[in-house]
């Protein structure tokens, strides 16, 4: 059984600090990478050992996939750990890795080069009864073959890269005329964004739900999945809200995405933690989409309601571990949310905020978990993703889950950038979400920025007004009685502009 007591973590911020802490917690060494942008960051301070790899920008600092390795090598790692983003999806440098003589703390590179590609990975679980979304068969180059397969299949499709992933490479086509212009502009991107312009046609599902099942597999042969996600709650195709479970699965369509999910895996033979990803329509049918071959950014939800530590079982599987349970042994515990804390104004159309963290101070209390990388008197950096923190509750039920989260939300406190954390609010106080009527397009059908901007009181108005006027040394020429008859101002724009 191979043997590892220190593992190199190829990643930064949030996700760095969680597997180091879980690492300590099964008495195994860590190997912190940085680059000069991070040169104080949490996670270099916490690991064991920290090595400088260069520059800010990642392509000389966190993708140096020789250098890591030679790096893991010197320190005398036997593994490492890709995190998400950055090398976790890639093939080459798993392979290298494993060349290299040491552990991938992932799947086999197979598995991440069939189900990294959208085309390959729909060829591999055609045969496994999982449902597919119909479309082509292929890539597609042509096209006038491309308005054939859309007339057959039926208007509005969808254009996808296959190679593709953050909304990157993907048009909605509702007219014939339109397909070859859509066409060229979807391939153009996909080949600029993946180095890969290869594109392909599905029906487009107009009201669509994003659920996807957890899967964990070790090298016996044994997998289990570990229930569903509700990731709907999105802004530019990304992922802002994540629960677990979903609001809206019967016991038995949860059973049966289950399986599928598990077929998936079978059907790459994957190995670790991994994530099927289906879309669901308003009748709770599901399709498959893609899988991810590697952990998740919402992996928290998931172990917040199976009481798994899936770094922990990751590390596990790579010793060469069998899973300790089975499926029939896990039970849905209450249920979670998850709230990604971008380093974003969502009241500016989600621009990206920089800055120094002058205020920083986490939530506390039950049933609250804030897995982040920052600290209070650091900047946030230009040159990664904007996440700073993933804000996680837990509850006995879904209200108190949401009850939860908004009282965190409230006892966050940073200033110095934008986050979206009113976004989070606004969100979780909608008929909509608390309702579980919702879908992807929930930004566009709901959110307007403006509506971030609270209606204040009379008096919280005249307050604001007097401590402006202090600050600037005038005096107010309204007074109390006269502030009451309309806000001059809004004193949450005045604390945005600091």
């Known amino acids: 059984m191979p043997h590892i007591d220190k593992i190199l973590i190829a ?21 912190a990478i940085y680059s000069e942008a991070d040169r104080t960051a949490p996670h270099v301070r916490m690991a064991d050992e920290a090595v400088f790899m260069g520059p800010p920008p990642s392509s000389q600092s966190y ?48 598995s991440i080069s069939v189900m990294g590609d959208k085309l390959k990975a729909k060829e591999a679980v055609k045969d496994f009864g999982i449902p597919l979304v119909p479309g082509s068969e292929g890539a597609i180059d042509d096209p006038k073959e491309a308005a054939r397969v859309a007339k057959e299949i039926g208007f509005p499709v969808l254009i996808k890269a296959a190679a593709g992933g953050g909304g990157k490479g993907m048009r909605i086509v509702e007219r ?30 107009s009201s669509p739900r994003h659920i996807e099942i957890q899967v964990l597999a070790d090298t016996h042969g044994n997998r289990v999945h570990l229930f569903e996600r509700e990731c709907s709650i999105q802004r530019r195709h990304q992922k802002v809200i994540e629960e677990a479970p979903s609001a809206i699965l019967t016991p038995e369509v949860r059973e049966a995405m289950g ?22 329509d308003e009748q709770l049918n599901y399709f498959f989409l893609e899988m991810n071959t590697r952990l998740q950014v919402e992996h928290p939800v998931s172990e917040m ?46 621009l990206p905020s920089t800055g120094k963290l002058e205020v920083y101070k986490r ?5 609250v978990r804030v897995d982040d990388g ?3 008197g650091m900047d946030v950096p230009v040159y990664y993703d904007p996440m700073i923190a993933k804000l996680v509750t837990h509850g006995k039920d879904r209200a108190e889950a949401i009850a939860r989260m908004l009282r965190a939300i409230q006892e966050y406190q940073i200033s110095g950038i934008e986050t979206t954390l009113p976004f989070g609010k606004f969100v979780l106080e909608h008929p909509a979400f608390i309702s579980g009527q919702f879908d992807t397009h929930f930004v566009s059908k709901h959110f307007k920025p403006e509506l971030l901007t609270p209606e204040l009181d009379a008096s919280t108005t005249a307050a604001a007004a007097l401590f402006a006027a202090t600050i600037i040394g005038e005096t107010p020429k309204k007074t109390v009685q006269q502030q009451q008859n309309g806000p001059a101002f809004s004193a949450w724009k005045l604390n945005r502009t600091r």
């Open 374 to 376: 920052f600290e209070e």
């Open 63 to 110: 993708l140096l996939s020789d250098k890591i390795i030679e790096v893991a090598k010197e320190r005398g790692a036997q593994a490492i750990h890709p995190g998400y983003g950055f090398l976790s999806e890639n093939a080459g440098f798993a392979a290298k890795v494993a060349k290299a003589g040491l552990i991938f703390i992932g799947p086999n590179p197979d």
């Open 11 to 31: 990643n930064r911020g949030e996700i760095a600090v969680r597997i180091i802490r879980s690492a300590r917690e099964m008495n195994i060494k860590t190997v």
């Open 259 to 280: 399986k599928h999910a598990l077929k998936c895996a079978e059907a790459c033979d994957y190995v670790g933690a991994g994530t099927v990803e289906f879309i669901m």
């Open 176 to 205: 014939e005329e339109d397909v070859e212009e859509q066409m060229a502009l979807a391939t153009s991107e996909a080949k600029s964004a993946f180095g890969d312009g290869s594109v392909f046609i599905e029906k487009y599902i």
């Open 305 to 350: 309601i199976s009481g798994l530590d899936l770094v922990k079982e990751q590390i596990k599987v790579a010793r060469g571990e069998a899973l300790s349970f089975r499926q029939s042994d896990l039970k849905i515990n209450g249920h979670s949310l998850e709230l990604r804390v971008y380093a974003e104004d969502p009241a500016s159309n989600f």
């Open 363 to 367: 939530p506390l209390g039950p049933g």
